[in-house]
């Protein structure tokens, strides 16, 4: 997630994924943003003027910020809705689709109050949708409900559940051409391609009239229209039509989504004269990981907001960055979004060759899953003689977003249980047109809070699970390893760290037996890596130092969270 400070610098916090955090930005009054507020409510606390707890007073973007409670959709095996990796062929029973997608809708309300289709259910409405994945019958926040060998009278049966217990008017399914076929005779209310297809409505003619300029979808009253408070989010995996590893991660979820709602609110402070339905979109992405939507999204919104979707044949053939920027040059950009080779492929181009093209167009650069370190911000900078801010996302590149519109609707009550007040920076109740920080208080104990790393350092916090090239490693597999086959290794602790590069790689910090004198440490394991066969990718390849005791809790779990700290300060050689 990310902080914003008073010079419009994006400052990236990624939050480790342990139970009940919770953490706090503040959208003050004047449009600007600031926390975390670390100060939990007070159990006998009542006095807040500006308390919403047990109100039926309305949450705007003005007055929730950004509220992300991590967690709530992991299963003990840390795989998103509990719907796990090596059994995702496997579809759920509807009502437990039903209270995995509440507390879904529940977890992206909160962190993103603006993106309405997740606060349909947040505010009991009476539209929900359906965002289907790629090659499966339906996405419910990248669970697949039904299996494609499903009857038609089970899908109805289910769907009649889904309807009852959602309490929902009406089910919507925005879908693939491909896939009309299959869902048009199961009891769905309505289906919208996404791209035109007679007999159907489609997107395009949802986001727009006959002039190009955006129009409401829903006119009823109560509902709201596109340009306030609408987020459609396309989740695909690309070739296979499942979803991948990176999807079952809730926060990658949330940061899938992250520039629907949060960047748009910003960029009308660093484009001048902003407005939603002028911003110039460019997305720069290869080709299988929107998969079939990249055709379909150069229909939903209006050539002048959509700008032009570059792909390149697959994320191996090289591409020109002459043309890429020519094409910015061409169709003049404010805002780019792109996956990595995109960003790397930009950044690296020299000055002479940037210094060619007109790139004074782009504001804001969103590289979703890139890298991004000092000499990359000074580089763009150089480079894009306009930009004002850097947006940093992971976990993106399977999903394609929308945002329209940034007003002040109301985005729902607070959901129930839930105790929320706005106080001053000293915890006392806020006064009339005043600026302050939102607390929340969960209906149960939270275990610690983002920012306090003292504390949280005692708490189960770092990673278990470890991304190395794509690959997902678990820090106690390597762990085992050597510890079974080097006899010198009295105990380890493996945790992944980024290089200078950006790149996560695993290190490692040992505690000794016993070795000869001025050896190479990185050199003994290499050698017993390779002897046994071990997958490079599983190499401390960010290399190794030697401790006296690696950091454990009482029942031997170790703290990961100070392994960066221990090795930093350890010896590299005997």
């Known amino acids: 997630m990310g902080i914003r400070d008073s010079n419009l610098q994006l400052l990236t916090h990624t939050p480790s994924l342990c139970s009940k955090i919770l953490m706090i930005n503040v959208i003050e009054n004047d449009g600007t943003l600031r926390g975390p507020n670390l100060q939990p409510i007070a159990n006998n606390d009542d006095t807040a003027l500006n308390d919403f707890s047990c109100s039926n007073k309305y949450l705007t973007p003005r007055h929730l910020g950004v509220i992300y409670l991590d967690h709530l959709c992991y ?63 339906f996405l419910g926040s ?59 409505m489609s997107l395009q003619e949802i986001f727009m009239n006959d002039d190009n300029e955006v129009v409401e979808i829903f006119n009823r009253e109560g509902t709201t229209s596109l340009q306030s408070e609408i987020a459609v989010t396309f989740w695909t995996s690309g070739s296979t039509g499942e979803p991948k590893g990176v999807l079952y991660s809730a926060e990658n979820i949330l940061n899938s989504i992250h520039y629907c709602s949060y960047v748009p609110f910003q960029i009308r402070h660093v484009i001048k004269n902003y407005e939603p339905s002028s911003l110039r979109l460019m997305i720069l992405t290869n080709f299988f990981h929107p998969g079939g939507f990249t055709e379909g999204l150069r229909n939903i919104l209006p050539q002048k907001r959509t700008g032009i979707i570059l792909r390149s044949p697959n994320e191996y053939v090289d591409f020109s960055t002459t043309h890429l920027f020519n094409a910015i040059q061409t169709t003049k950009p404010n805002m780019i979004i792109c996956s990595p080779e995109f960003a790397v492929k930009m950044n690296g181009a020299s000055n002479d060759l940037s210094s060619q093209f007109d790139l004074s167009s782009v504001f804001v650069i969103y590289p979703i899953g890139g890298s991004i370190n000092t000499n990359y911000e000074k580089k763009a900078r150089n480079q894009f003689p306009s930009l004002k801010m850097i947006c940093k996302g992971y976990g993106s590149t399977e999903t394609l977003s929308i945002s329209l519109g940034i007003s002040d609707q109301h985005l729902g009550r607070l959901f129930p249980k839930y105790q929320l007040r706005i106080l ?42 470890v991304k190395v090239h794509n690959h997902h490693v678990y820090p106690q597999e390597i762990e085992s390893f050597i510890s079974s086959k080097c006899s010198f290794v ?19 910090v040992i505690v000794l037996h016993h070795i000869e004198k001025g050896l190479s440490l990185q050199n003994v394991l290499e050698r017993t890596f390779e002897a046994y066969k071990f997958p490079r990718y599983k190499w401390l390849q ?23 700290l221990l090795f930093n300060n350890a010896s590299e050689n005997v």
């Open 490 to 508: 009295k105990d380890i602790g493996v945790f992944g760290q980024k290089d200078k590069n950006g790149i996560e790689r695993l290190s490692g």
């Open 424 to 465: 001053n920076p000293n915890g006392e109740p806020l006064g009339p047109n005043s600026v302050g920080d939102i607390v929340v208080k969960p209906g149960y104990g939270m275990r610690r809070y983002i920012g306090d790393h003292e504390y949280n350092i005692t708490q189960d916090g770092s990673k278990d699970l």
């Open 75 to 137: 299963s003990n095996k840390g795989s998103f809705l509990s719907y796990e990796n090596e059994h995702r062929s496997n579809s759920i029973s509807p009502r437990e689709f039903v209270k995995y997608t509440k507390r879904f809708a529940h977890f992206i309300s909160e962190r993103h109050g603006n993106a309405r289709f997740a606060t349909v259910l947040l505010l009991n409405n009476t539209r929900f949708f359906f965002i289907p994945v790629v090659g499966t019958w």
């Open 542 to 564: 960010g290399g190794v130092r030697v401790t006296s005791a690696i950091p454990r809790n009482a029942n031997g779990k170790i703290f990961r969270g100070r392994l960066p």
């Open 142 to 200: 990248s669970v697949s409900l039904f299996q494609p060998s499903s009857s038609r009278e089970t899908i109805e049966r289910q769907l009649m559940i889904l309807k009852e217990e959602l309490n929902l008017e009406e089910i919507v399914v925005i879908t693939e051409t491909f896939a009309i076929p299959k869902i048009s005779n199961i009891g769905v209310d309505r289906i919208i391609s996404l791209t035109p297809v007679p007999g159907y």
